[in-house]
C-alpha cells in the first residue's frame, strides 16, 4: 500500500486511511469523510492493516478517480527508488505494460552485466573511463557510487526529451541519486519503494542468485542506510502486492487507469 512518508521503523503500520486519502488532490475533510463511509473503512484504520475487502475497495477508489471522476491531470515525473531487492523493477515493468509510452530511464553503469542483461536495455555498460568523460560533460542527471564497487548514473538528455514530448517518465535510480534528481528538477516526485518487512528484504535478496553472500552483506548494508532516508522522500509506497504498487505508483505519475 501506499503510504506518505514516516519512521522508516513504523512503515510496516504506515498512515491512517484518512490521513493518506487528505493528501489527494481535491480531496478535503468533508469528501474525505464521506469517502470513508462510502468504502465502509475506519478513520482509525492504518493502510497497512487494511483487510483484503477494504484494499480491494481503496484501489477501485483511487483507480476510478484517476480515471473517470478527475478531469486530465498534467503528467508528473516521478523517481522510483529503494534497496536491492525491493522490486523496483517489477513495478517499473507493470506502469509500462499499462502506458506503454511511458519513459523508464535506462542507467549508465561501470558494473559488469549480469547474465542475460542486454547493452542499451537494461544498463549502458560502459568502461571506467566513458564514465569519467560523461561526467566532465555533464551528460549524466545524476551519478554515484553504489555498494562501494561500481557507479551509476542517469543520462540527462533522454529525460529531458521526454518530458518535452509529454511522455510519463519513471527514472528508475538509486536512493543517492534521487536526492541529487530533486535538487536538478525540483517538479519531480519522488517515490520510495518499501519491501514488506526486512526479513522479506532479506529473503528476496537470497533469492535473486545474482550476488554471492559478501556482495549480499553489503547490498543489506546498505539497505539499512537507505531505509533510515525514506523520510526525505515525498510519498512512500510499500511493495507487499506488486499489482497494487503498480496502481498507486500510477496515480502518483497522474495517469489513467481505465
Same mark, same amino acid.
Given at each position: 500500500?501506499?503510504?506518505?512518508?514516516?519512521?522508516?521503523?513504523?512503515?510496516?503500520?504506515?498512515?491512517?486511511?484518512?490521513?493518506?486519502?487528505?493528501?489527494?488532490?481535491?480531496?478535503?475533510?468533508?469528501?474525505?469523510?464521506?469517502?470513508?463511509?462510502?468504502?465502509?473503512?475506519?478513520?482509525?484504520?492504518?493502510?497497512?492493516?487494511?483487510?483484503?475487502?477494504?484494499?480491494?475497495?481503496?484501489?477501485?477508489?483511487?483507480?476510478?478517480?484517476?480515471?473517470?471522476?478527475?478531469?486530465?491531470?498534467?503528467?508528473?515525473?516521478?523517481?522510483?527508488?529503494?534497496?536491492? !531487492?525491493?522490486?523496483? /523493477?517489477?513495478?517499473?515493468?507493470? =506502469?509500462?505494460?499499462?502506458?506503454? +509510452?511511458?519513459? %523508464? $530511464?535506462? #542507467?549508465?553503469?561501470?558494473?559488469?552485466?549480469?547474465? !542475460?542483461?542486454?547493452? /542499451?536495455?537494461?544498463?549502458?555498460? =560502459?568502461?571506467?573511463?566513458?564514465? +569519467?568523460?560523461? %561526467? $566532465?560533460? #555533464?551528460?549524466?542527471?545524476?551519478?554515484?557510487?553504489?555498494?562501494?564497487?561500481?557507479?551509476?548514473?542517469?543520462?540527462?538528455?533522454?529525460?529531458?526529451?521526454?518530458?518535452?514530448?509529454?511522455?510519463?517518465?519513471?527514472?528508475?535510480?538509486?536512493?543517492?541519486?534521487?536526492?541529487?534528481?530533486?535538487?536538478?528538477?525540483?517538479?519531480?516526485?519522488?517515490?520510495?519503494?518499501?519491501?514488506?518487512?526486512?526479513?522479506?528484504?532479506?529473503?528476496?535478496?537470497?533469492?535473486?542468485?545474482?550476488?554471492?553472500?559478501?556482495?549480499?552483506?553489503?547490498?543489506?548494508?546498505?539497505?539499512?542506510?537507505?531505509?533510515?532516508?525514506?523520510?526525505?522522500?515525498?510519498?512512500?509506497?510499500?511493495?507487499?502486492?506488486?499489482?497494487?504498487?503498480?496502481?498507486?505508483?500510477?496515480?502518483?505519475?497522474?495517469?489513467?487507469?481505465?
Amino acid at each position: 500500500m501506499a503510504v506518505a512518508c514516516a519512521d522508516p521503523s513504523s512503515f510496516e503500520a504506515g498512515l491512517r486511511v484518512p490521513e493518506f486519502l487528505s493528501c489527494l488532490r481535491g480531496l478535503g475533510a468533508g469528501k474525505v469523510a464521506r469517502t470513508l463511509e462510502v468504502l465502509a473503512i475506519s478513520d482509525r484504520k492504518r493502510l497497512g492493516f487494511l483487510g483484503s475487502r477494504q484494499r480491494k475497495e481503496l484501489v477501485g477508489f483511487l483507480t476510478e478517480r484517476a480515471g473517470h471522476t478527475d478531469p486530465p491531470r498534467t503528467l508528473i515525473p516521478i523517481v522510483l527508488a529503494g534497496p536491492s !531487492g525491493v522490486g523496483k /523493477g517489477t513495478v517499473a515493468s507493470g =506502469v509500462r505494460a499499462h502506458r506503454p +509510452d511511458t519513459f %523508464v $530511464s535506462v #542507467s549508465a553503469t561501470t558494473r559488469p552485466p549480469r547474465p !542475460g542483461e542486454i547493452d /542499451g536495455e537494461h544498463y549502458f555498460f =560502459v568502461s571506467e573511463a566513458e564514465f +569519467d568523460r560523461m %561526467v $566532465s560533460d #555533464s551528460e549524466l542527471l545524476e551519478w554515484a557510487l553504489v555498494h562501494g564497487e561500481h557507479r551509476y548514473g542517469t543520462p540527462r538528455q533522454p529525460v529531458d526529451d521526454a518530458i518535452d514530448a509529454d511522455k510519463p517518465v519513471l527514472l528508475e535510480i538509486d536512493v543517492q541519486g534521487a536526492m541529487s534528481v530533486k535538487q536538478a528538477m525540483p517538479e519531480i516526485r519522488l517515490v520510495f519503494l518499501l519491501p514488506p518487512s526486512w526479513d522479506a528484504l532479506v529473503d528476496r535478496l537470497a533469492g535473486r542468485g545474482t550476488e554471492d553472500e559478501d556482495q549480499q552483506r553489503r547490498r543489506l548494508t546498505t539497505a539499512e542506510h537507505e531505509l533510515s532516508l525514506a523520510n526525505r522522500f515525498d510519498v512512500c509506497v510499500v511493495n507487499d502486492d506488486v499489482s497494487d504498487a503498480v496502481h498507486f505508483v500510477l496515480e502518483l505519475m497522474g495517469i489513467s487507469q481505465e
